[in-house]
């Protein structure tokens, strides 16, 4: 049985999405809810919305989403638009940080959620960012995860090389070696089961019962087109808000190509009330079940409502 309950929704332009909602300190009396979704009593404790990375779902938290919830929070991980059980879109000019944003806000307007504390990783940072710069009021802190409104353009150019590409493994041993090949110099120390679990994290069988990523490649198209750049005034100006208005936590990954030191630099420099903790031997980006960056990111909740 899950340990958690799964959400439909509709976006504003017609779109099923879906998202995980991890109930505060695992209660299990409400996993009987049916998958339709229905209004949520608030918990006492500002819930926690956790968004992923560009080509990966919200699997990615199914260890650090029940150990927030045993904290007391209510924890939503969501599928961004295109990815695991959310509707590809038919347009992928939509495929942009501010449509991923209005897709947020629907949902918390949808679950009368009026706050919460964002966890985002990579391109789900990203999303925060975009969030901060036009419903602030959304966000009472948020947890930057190897990502910024400064990126590397040799990280970029790493993540670009596998996206959207056309691949389908044979087996499950097949799919584990792909994701092991592109990520194996963000995690050294992986064994093989890690990648077994990445695997089946990012890729499903599909209607012929071959294994397929689980996103639409068209996403790619921000990459390939360069409209996913490495900064922008719109996107230093809106960290900059967010980092002063609102309680900020920077994970950093010490090996991370997308998020490298003097990008992290200029962040802490722009933002000098930030948090920071640098995760040893991980590069981009951290799973946040790493020790030092679950126990910085329990420290920074403990003083957030």
């Not at 990648?195 to 994290?201: E, G, L, T």
Request: glycine share 6%.
């Amino acid at each position: 049985m899950p340990n958690f309950i799964p959400i439909r929704y509709t976006s504003a332009d017609g779109l099923a999405l879906y998202a995980r909602d991890y109930p505060a300190g695992g209660d299990t009396a409400r996993m009987a809810a049916t998958e339709q979704m229905q209004a949520q009593p608030v918990a006492a404790r500002l819930p926690v919305i956790c968004i992923h990375g560009l080509t990966r779902n919200s699997a990615d938290f199914d260890e650090f989403a029940p150990a927030i919830a045993a904290l007391g929070r209510r924890v939503l991980a969501l599928d961004v638009r295109g990815r695991g059980h959310s509707e590809r879109d038919p347009d992928p000019s939509h495929y942009t940080p501010q449509v991923y944003a209005d897709d947020v806000v629907k949902l918390m307007a949808d679950l009368g959620i009026a706050r919460a504390v964002f966890v985002g990783t990579s391109m789900g940072g990203l999303i925060t960012i975009a969030l901060a710069a036009r419903h602030i009021g959304l966000i009472a802190a948020a947890v930057l995860n190897d990502v910024g409104p400064v990126l590397s353009e040799r990280g970029l150019a790493r993540i670009a090389g596998y996206t959207g590409k056309a691949v389908a493994p044979a087996s499950w041993r097949d799919a584990a070696c792909y994701v092991r090949d592109i990520n194996a110099c963000a995690f050294p120390e992986y064994q093989e089961q890690e990648w077994d679990k990445w695997a089946r994290r990012a890729f499903e069988p599909d209607a012929g019962g071959r294994l397929a990523p689980r996103y639409d490649p068209n996403i790619a198209i921000a990459l390939q087109t360069g409209r996913l750049r490495t900064t922008s005034l719109a996107s230093r100006m809106a960290f900059r808000r967010l980092a002063r208005e609102r309680p900020v936590l920077l994970v950093r990954g010490a090996l991370s190509d997308l998020l490298e030191a003097r990008q992290a630099d200029w962040m802490r420099h722009a933002a000098p009330l930030m948090q920071y903790v640098e995760v040893p031997n991980v590069g981009h980006a951290p799973m946040l079940t790493e020790a030092p960056a679950l126990q910085a990111i329990e420290r920074f909740l403990a003083s957030v409502p």
